[in-house]
């Protein structure tokens, strides 16, 4: 988005406040100070939530004299694995941030209506700017059936364990799996995932390659057959209109803005499958639906052709970001 900015006639100021957010320690909360700070009163002002929901005692004083925006990518209290106590505290911290600033960024339309209706936020404060997507060439696959791909840091919130479950009730099927993204951010689940893929036999069929970018990324979705997404939380899944806008089908979970991204067809099909969260069995019956219909399988593939058609590229979000930021610089300064 910020490389697409200036290209419809807004200049960004990329600060980047490191930290460990949305918790950080003292250095981290002292930056973030610092960088509030240092911007002249008045400036038009865009917040990641990650940074800035987690931390109000530090970005509210500033809302009265900067024009502050959030950009929320996933409520701080939906993150997996939260003890309910940790996951209050953190959804209060949100709640004080957002009702200060002048207006929230939410990238789906359902993602807006959870951050209404869990903050008790004026409907008018909440904007949405869908990501926009990349031209790509349409994906070669590479049997049309087995490959699959799943794109996402391998954390408990992105269900790859439910996937790997589901696997191992298809023996009778030749699917693989090959999981593209962070290894590094939840070691132990990590460590979890891989001792299952042993001790189920699936050593064969599920592959780690880490995190890819540019080329490497690239190559990996024109080999996919079907992009699976089994996550437990997402405000929205830019894997799914990245699959698309490359004529990939989509196997997901039903949470979030996922609906949202992935949409229908200009016929009204929609271009995948989505599966309750959580639910190995389903995800299973998803997949051998996928695997053994060829007439399923072409349906959706003529149907992500066409919902791939249909996506905004990233011009299109940051014409569409301007204008609400045009909207909320005439916003009346909030007063508690």
Same mark, same amino acid.
């Given at each position: ?31 973030? %100070? ?14 990641? !939530? +990650?940074?800035?929901? $987690? ?13 502050? $925006? ?17 996951? *209050?505290?953190?959804?209060?911290? =949100? ?45 070669? !696959?590479?049997? $049309? ?7 996402? %840091?391998? @954390? ?9 479950? %589901? ?16 290894? @590094?951010? *939840?070691?132990?689940?990590?460590? =979890? ?12 069929? #599920? ?15 024109? !080999? ?17 209109? =990245? *699959? ?7 196997? %997901? ?18 271009? $995948? ?47 569409? +970001?301007?204008? #609400? ?12």
């Amino acid at each position: 988005m910020c490389e697409s900015l200036p290209g419809v006639g807004v200049p960004v100021l990329q600060v980047a406040v490191h930290g460990s957010w949305p918790e950080p320690g003292p250095t981290g909360r002292a930056r973030l %100070a610092r960088a509030l700070a240092a911007l002249p009163d008045h400036t038009t002002v865009l917040v990641d !939530g +990650l940074v800035a929901c $987690g931390v109000p005692d530090v970005v509210v004083p500033h809302a009265r004299r900067l024009r502050l $925006g959030v950009l929320v990518h996933l409520p701080l209290a939906d993150e997996t694995g939260l003890d309910p106590v940790h996951a *209050a505290e953190l959804d209060a911290c =949100e709640r004080a941030t957002l009702r200060a600033v002048r207006q929230v960024v939410a990238t789906s339309p359902t993602a807006a209506r959870v951050l209404v209706r869990r903050h008790r936020l004026a409907p008018s404060t909440v904007e949405v700017v869908e990501p926009g997507v990349d031209l790509a060439p349409l994906a070669s !696959g590479t049997d $049309g059936v087995s490959r699959l791909l799943c794109v996402a %840091a391998v @954390t408990p919130r992105k269900g790859q364990d439910v996937l790997v479950e %589901a696997l191992a009730q298809l023996r009778d099927l030749p699917l693989t799996v090959d999981f593209v993204g962070s290894l @590094t951010r *939840a070691p132990e689940y990590v460590d =979890e995932l891989r001792w299952s893929v042993r001790r189920l036999g699936l050593g064969d069929r #599920v592959t780690f390659s880490g995190p890819k970018a540019g080329g490497e990324l690239d190559a990996a979705y024109d !080999g996919a057959d079907l992009v699976l997404l089994p996550s437990h939380a997402e405000t929205y899944g830019m894997v799914v209109t =990245e *699959a698309l806008a490359r004529g990939i089908p989509v196997v %997901a979970s039903d949470v979030g803005g996922v609906p949202d991204a992935l949409g229908r067809s200009a016929d009204g099909t929609v271009p $995948g499958l989505l599966v309750p969260s959580g639910d190995a069995g389903a995800l299973a019956s998803a997949l051998r639906r996928w695997a053994t219909d060829a007439e399923l399988r072409r349906d959706l593939r003529t149907a992500a052709l066409g919902r791939g058609n249909a996506l905004e590229e990233w011009d299109g979000a940051a014409r569409r +970001l301007t204008e #609400v930021v045009a909207r909320w610089r005439s916003v009346p300064i909030k007063v508690a």
